[in-house]
C-alpha cells in the first residue's frame, strides 16, 4: 500500500496536513517546528514529544535530528526539539518517507487519516513581559550609543526595540508562514512553538553555522541595510561609507573568531548586495573544508564563538553587550538568538532568529535592531527598525489602528 499518496490525496492538502500537525502538537503538549531552507522548495515539520533543554556545551554533531532554538542571552537555556516525527512537503505534496524516522512518522499520519480536516491551527502563547519601546527611549539609546562610539568605548552596537500589533482576527499561522515563504526566497522561514517559549514566526536572512555533510562549514556576514524595490538592478546599487564599515566590522569579528582557534585557511566572498524580502543588504560568505583544516567539529565550535555577532550586538563583544544591558531596556528573548535544523541528512542550518515576531494570543510582537557606529543619525536607525518590521507585517497584516 502506497501510504503517502493516500494520506496526501487531492482533497487533503499541504496546507491541511500541516495545520493538522500543529494542532496535534498543541492538543498535545508536544512541540512543534516548521521551516523552509533559503532557496529550497522543501517545507518540513518535526513534533517533538518532549523538547530538550541544552547545556551550552554540547556538540551539536553528536545530537540527534532535531531542531535547536537558543534565545540571545547566552546564560538562558536552549531548547532542543528531537524530532520524533517529521514530514516534508515540495510541491504541495508530502515525500515519500525515505529516513526510518520519516518512515514511522508516515505510518502514524496515515493511522490518523480520519481525523484530517480543513481547520486553522492554533500555537501556544505566553504572556508579554515587558511593553512597546517607546520612539522617544529608542533615539535615546541610539544617541547614547553614537556617543560612546565617540568615546571608543566600543565601535559599533545594535540596539533593538520590540513592537507589538494586533492579529487580525483570520490570522491563520500556516496561511502566514506560506506567506513568508513566497515572498522571502532568500531567507530561512520558521515557525517554532513550545509550551515554554510560546510560538515565534521569523523570515531570517542571517546563516550563523551551516554545516553540510561534515565536511563543508560555511557563516556569513551580513550587515548595511536599504529598502529593495522590484526590478532594482543589484549591481548598481550603492552603500554608504557607515554601512560599508558596518559589515566590515562583522567580517573583522568572524574572522577574529578563526584567528582564535588559529584556523587560517578560509574562503572569504564578497561583500555582495543581495535582497532580504523587502530589504537590501551586504553579504560576505565564508567557507572552511573541515577535513582540509582538520577541523571536524567546526560547526559547535564556531557557533560558541561566534554568538552574538557583531550584526546583532556589537564590536567589541563585551562592551557592546554591556551597553545593551544597562540601556535596551527589555529582554530580546528569542529574537537575535539562533535556530534551525540539526543533523538532518548530516547538515546543520543554524540562522540567527531576525525579522521575527512572537504569537502572542491576539497580538504580534515585532522585534528588529540596526547597527549603531560614530555615522549614525537616530531618526535613520528608528526607520530602519520599522522597515525590518515591516518583514513581517506584510504578512501578518494585521488590523492597524485608524
Ligand atoms: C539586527 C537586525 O539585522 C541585522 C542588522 C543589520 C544592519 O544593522 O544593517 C542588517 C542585517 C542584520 O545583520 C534585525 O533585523 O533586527
Known amino acids: 500500500m502506497d501510504t503517502t499518496t493516500s494520506v496526501s490525496s487531492p482533497t487533503i492538502t499541504e496546507i491541511d496536513l500541516l495545520s493538522y500537525l500543529i494542532q496535534h502538537a498543541v492538543d498535545n503538549q508536544f512541540s512543534v517546528a516548521v521551516w523552509r531552507l533559503p532557496n529550497n522548495n522543501t517545507r518540513h515539520i518535526i513534533l517533538s514529544r518532549q523538547h530538550e533543554k541544552l547545556k551550552t556545551d554540547i556538540t551539536l554533531e553528536e545530537l540527534p535530528t532535531g531542531f535547536i532554538f537558543a534565545p540571545f542571552d547566552t546564560a538562558s537555556e536552549r531548547i532542543y526539539l528531537k524530532a520524533d516525527f517529521s514530514f516534508s512537503f515540495t510541491d504541495d505534496g508530502l515525500n515519500e518517507p525515505v529516513t526510518p524516522l520519516e518512515i514511522t512518522s508516515s505510518a502514524w499520519l496515515q493511522a490518523k487519516r480520519d481525523e484530517i480536516k480543513k481547520r486553522k491551527a492554533g500555537y501556544y502563547h505566553i504572556q508579554r513581559t515587558s511593553g512597546d519601546t517607546q520612539k522617544d527611549a529608542y533615539l535615546n539609546v541610539v544617541a547614547l550609543g553614537i556617543a560612546e562610539t565617540e568615546k571608543e568605548t566600543f565601535q559599533k552596537v545594535v540596539p533593538s526595540r520590540s513592537k507589538a500589533v494586533t492579529l487580525p482576527p483570520d490570522f491563520d499561522i500556516v496561511n502566514a508562514f ?107 560568505e565564508f567557507t572552511v573544508d573541515m577535513q582540509a583544516t582538520d577541523f571536524l567539529q567546526l560547526g559547535t565550535t564556531m557557533l560558541q564563538l561566534l554568538h552574538p555577532t557583531s550584526a546583532v550586538c556589537g564590536m567589541p563583544l563585551n562592551a557592546a553587550l554591556d551597553f545593551l544591558r544597562k540601556h535596551e531596556g527589555y529582554d530580546r528573548q528569542f ?68
Open 178 to 284: 506560506m506567506k513568508l515563504c513566497a515572498g522571502n526566497p532568500n531567507a530561512l522561514i520558521s515557525f517554532v512553538s513550545t509550551p515554554e517559549t510560546g510560538s515565534w514566526l521569523g523570515a531570517t536572512p542571517e546563516m550563523l553555522v551551516n554545516v553540510e555533510g561534515h565536511t563543508i562549514f560555511k557563516t556569513v556576514a551580513l550587515a548595511g541595510t536599504q529598502p529593495y524595490r522590484e526590478g532594482m538592478n543589484l549591481k548598481s546599487v550603492a552603500w554608504t561609507q557607515k554601512d560599508i564599515e558596518e559589515q566590515a566590522l562583522v567580517e573583522r569579528y568572524i574572522i577574529s573568531c578563526f584567528k582564535r582557534i588559529r584556523l587560517r585557511e578560509y574562503d572569504e566572498h564578497g561583500p555582495k548586495t543581495v535582497v532580504a524580502g523587502n530589504l537590501l543588504h551586504l553579504k560576505s
Open 335 to 402: 529574537y537575535a538568538g539562533f535556530l534551525g535544523p540539526v543533523n538532518f541528512k548530516n547538515n546543520i542550518h543554524i540562522f540567527v532568529n531576525l525579522r521575527c515576531a512572537q504569537l502572542l494570543e491576539s497580538q504580534a510582537v515585532l522585534y528588529a535592531g540596526a547597527g549603531v557606529t560614530i555615522d549614525s543619525v537616530p531618526e535613520q536607525e528608528w526607520e530602519e527598525t520599522e522597515i525590518k518590521m515591516n518583514t513581517l507585517l506584510n504578512v501578518i497584516s494585521p488590523v492597524r489602528p485608524a
